[in-house]
């Protein structure tokens, strides 16, 4: 996956949440554009939001380990 595809999903309007999918098997999932920080190389993405909107912490996720992005409903975990 390259920085361009993830600059696409984070900045369409209106925003569709997805996941990802690590080659791990790991998954997050990105409610919100502002639950996702872009790097060169990596996507941070907050975990563990509270009922604020705030996560409690973030993972690091190499582009180069994304697997694939799904669509996410905005209700599921």
């Known amino acids: 996956m390259t920085v361009q595809t993830f600059r696409d999903l984070l900045t369409q309007r209106p925003f569709k949440p997805f996941r990802l999918v690590m080659s791990s098997g790991q998954t997050y999932g990105v409610r919100h554009p502002e639950m996702a920080f872009l790097t060169r190389s990596d996507i941070l993405v907050g975990i563990d939001e509270a009922d604020d909107g705030v996560p409690a ?21």
Do not use: H, I, K
């Not at 912490?57 to 975990?77: I, Y």
């Open 57 to 77: 912490d973030f993972r690091v996720c190499s582009l180069l380990r994304v697997a694939t992005v799904e669509p996410l409903s905005p209700t599921a975990n």
